[in-house]
């Protein structure tokens, strides 16, 4: 089978597509054959060394796949060979096929494709884990994403609404605030011309947003705290900007706001029935047609550098996906 393999850490230039043996499904295990893989940000850092996570060499890229199980290993009864399932590997995925404890896989609801399916475990699970266990958000709160037209962002906008929230799309273009718009967002910020902190005083009247969802941080983190509403809670995510933020926490103090760091990949591992409580909520409203799963673009496998390419470029609005 064909695997895209990174073999040192490099650039997305620096990635090998190679000829390896197919995989056998150990005990446990099922063989899944991979339509589509989905990328997130964190692939171009796991592909140069600047990811919390390690992988010995030679891996694959992508995180989380959709496809058709092939084989089953021993003991496993809950899976059978032609099930379309959703998974969640961790890396691993930009390949032809995928061995992968059944633990992880998840049936893909009747009527929702390969491609919004393979997209749907990292953005919206993160988002869902964010807004709802970590900062109880309500209805009626004021909730303001930045990023707003990325992975987490989008899947954040279009979560806040569904649970009543209304949503300010916080971006670096007039055309990504109006994505998000189109995705449901209330209101828009354009942080590339307008200072964020004004700006979100300005659009909750001085109040402030009760929950802060940040991807991005840099220089912004600081700004949309400030502004942040009395009780307020902010969702460190991630720092797509490249500075991890420092806080001054005389702002904590005099907001009598809370901090809340959200790290998805090792709540599952932790948490394993409130992961599967969310999934199972998150694939009824996939079904129900409730959540885009935005497809920006579709790449073979021998272009997935121009793919990590966008994303790093911060082109993309919604999901990339691989078709192996
Ligand atoms: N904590 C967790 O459990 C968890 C889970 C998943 C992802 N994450 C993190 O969340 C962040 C976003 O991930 P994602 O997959 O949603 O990424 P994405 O789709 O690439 O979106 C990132 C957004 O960040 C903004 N951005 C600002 N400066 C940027 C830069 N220099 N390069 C790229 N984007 C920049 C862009 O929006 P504007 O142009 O509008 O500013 C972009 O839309 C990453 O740091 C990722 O590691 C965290």
């Not at 496993?76 to 969640?88: A, C, I, K, N, Q």
């Not at 809340?260 to 969310?278: L, M, P, Q, T, Y």
């Not at 272009?303 to 078709?323: N, S, T």
């Amino acid at each position: 089978m064909k695997a895209l393999l990174c073999t040192r850490y490099g650039t997305p230039d620096d990635l090998e597509l190679t000829d390896i043996p197919d995989p056998a499904p150990e005990t446990g295990q099922a063989v899944v054959r991979i339509k589509a893989a989905a990328l997130n940000f964190f692939d171009t850092l796991i592909i140069a060394g600047k990811y919390q996570t390690r992988p010995a060499f030679p891996f694959s890229p992508a995180a989380e796949f959709a496809g058709t199980v092939e084989r089953v290993g021993d003991g496993v009864s809950d899976f059978r060979p032609g099930d379309r399932v959703l998974g969640y590997a961790g890396y691993g995925a930009a390949r032809e096929c995928i061995a992968i404890s059944t633990e992880r896989l998840v049936r893909i609801p009747d009527g929702v494709n390969f491609d919004h399916a393979a997209g749907i475990t990292v953005t919206y699970g993160t988002s869902l884990h964010a807004l709802k266990d970590r900062a109880a958000l309500k209805p009626g709160e004021t909730l303001a994403v930045l990023g707003a037209s990325g992975g987490v962002g989008l899947a954040a906008v279009e979560l806040g609404k569904l649970m009543g929230a209304r949503v300010i799309a916080c971006a670096s273009s007039p055309d990504k605030i109006a994505f998000a718009r189109k995705h449901g967002a209330d209101d828009g910020i354009d942080y590339g011309k307008e200072d964020l902190k004004d700006a979100l005083r300005r659009v909750t009247g001085g109040r402030g947003a009760d929950v802060i969802y940040d991807p991005v941080g840099g220089a912004y983190s600081e700004a949309a705290l400030r502004s942040i509403a009395w009780l307020g809670r902010f969702l460190v995510v991630g720092f797509a900007a490249g500075e991890i933020p420092r806080l001054p926490l005389n702002l904590v103090l005099l907001k009598g706001c809370d901090v809340c760091g959200v790290f998805w990949g090792s709540w599952i591992e932790r948490d394993k029935a409130g992961h599967r409580a969310n999934t199972a909520q998150l694939l009824d409203w996939l079904a129900d047609g409730k959540l885009s799963s935005h497809v920006h673009a579709v790449y073979p496998l021998d272009q997935a550098a121009d793919a990590l390419k966008a994303i790093a470029a911060r082109e993309v609005m919604g999901k990339v996906i691989l078709r192996p």
